[in-house]
């Protein structure tokens, strides 16, 4: 009876799925590291991680919610954290955060403009782009790491932009749950979230209603490139440092934390709260396997493993609750 009643509420909330995946989840880990994982520390390492990898999820939801696909926000994480660590040392840091995003909205802008141009599949477009700019930071650092003085670190902006912590958690989650908070606002309560959706559902149909799709999209790429770089300059600021290997594969765990989180990869449905507990629940995985002593040849095959089955427990569930 409970169940039954339950299944209109899961078809509804796609992304219930994955926050009882990660219920699942805390409870086996908690009991079963002995309290390395359990633990205040660890939480606001899991949380940073989180905060980082939850704001490229984000952005990419975004695109994904107008039916393309953003695989560059990897090399743009990474672009955004060489730009803010080069200038973060010769101006404040404010000034160097905003300069990444401008790096993040310009690689978006990039993406967009060819994808709607050339009509050429995002799919596409967004793997050459991704090899590009790794290939541009790996030249920028020569082999080398960009960093920031210890005697630069003082500040209060430096410490504002994921260079120290508040309540026990680093800022970046602040940040994240501010830009979460902008966003939902943007598409539950504004006319550009219902295009931006019916962008995704059916492109034919929204401009047949006056929807210009190629200025969705294109608006869609250039928010995914300044999320993914102000991430990256978060992550720099935590670091310290950062070389032309940031931001290596993240590419693919904000995909897979979006649909984990219930949002449908041909469009027109997202969901921002489940893309970001799909970014906590791939965030606890690597903890769990850290603190456990996982060997690193194993650890990508695990994680592996488990974000599989975790995809299927996700999707045996919706098809549960579509059924009569």
């Given amino acids: 009876m409970v169940l039954s009643a339950a299944k209109p509420l899961i078809r509804r909330h796609t992304e219930i799925g994955i926050f009882l995946i990660g219920a699942i989840l805390i409870v086996i880990f908690a009991s079963t590291s002995d309290g390395r994982w359990a633990n205040l520390y660890n939480i606001g390492t899991i949380m940073q991680v989180t905060a980082t990898l939850g704001l490229m999820s984000l952005g990419v939801a975004i695109v994904i919610g107008t039916g393309e696909i953003d695989i560059s926000v990897g090399s743009t994480f990474g ?39 050339t009509k050429t599949p995002s799919l596409i477009i967004t793997l050459g782009t991704l090899m590009i700019f790794r290939g541009v930071a790996i030249a920028l650092t020569d082999g080398f790491s960009f960093s920031i003085p210890y005697a630069a670190r003082n500040g209060w902006t430096y410490f504002l932009l994921g260079g120290g912590d508040f309540l026990g958690f680093n800022t970046a989650l602040f940040w994240l749950i501010a830009v979460f908070a902008i966003l939902f606002v943007v598409l539950k309560a504004m006319p550009f979230g219902n295009r931006l959706l019916a962008v995704g559902g059916s492109a034919d149909s929204a401009h047949s209603r006056g929807v210009r799709v190629e200025r969705i999209k294109l608006s869609a790429f250039v928010i995914c490139g300044m999320l993914a770089a102000f991430a990256g300059a978060l992550e720099a600021g935590k670091l310290g440092f950062a070389d032309g290997s940031m931001g290596r594969l993240m590419e693919l765990q904000a995909i897979a934390s979006c649909v984990l989180g219930g949002c449908l990869l041909a469009g027109g449905r997202i969901s921002l709260i489940g893309a970001l507990m799909g970014a906590f629940v791939l965030s606890s995985i690597q903890s769990y396997l850290v603190v456990t002593g996982v060997q690193p040849q194993w650890f990508i095959l695990i994680l592996g493993l488990i974000v599989v089955g975790a995809a299927y427990g996700d999707k045996s569930l919706r098809n549960w609750a579509i059924r009569k």
């Fill in 79 to 117: 672009m955004g954290a060489l730009a803010y660590l080069w200038l973060a040392a010769r101006v404040d840091p404010v000034f160097a955060a905003l300069a990444a995003i401008v790096v993040g909205a310009a690689i978006g802008y990039v993406n967009g403009w060819l994808i709607t141009r």
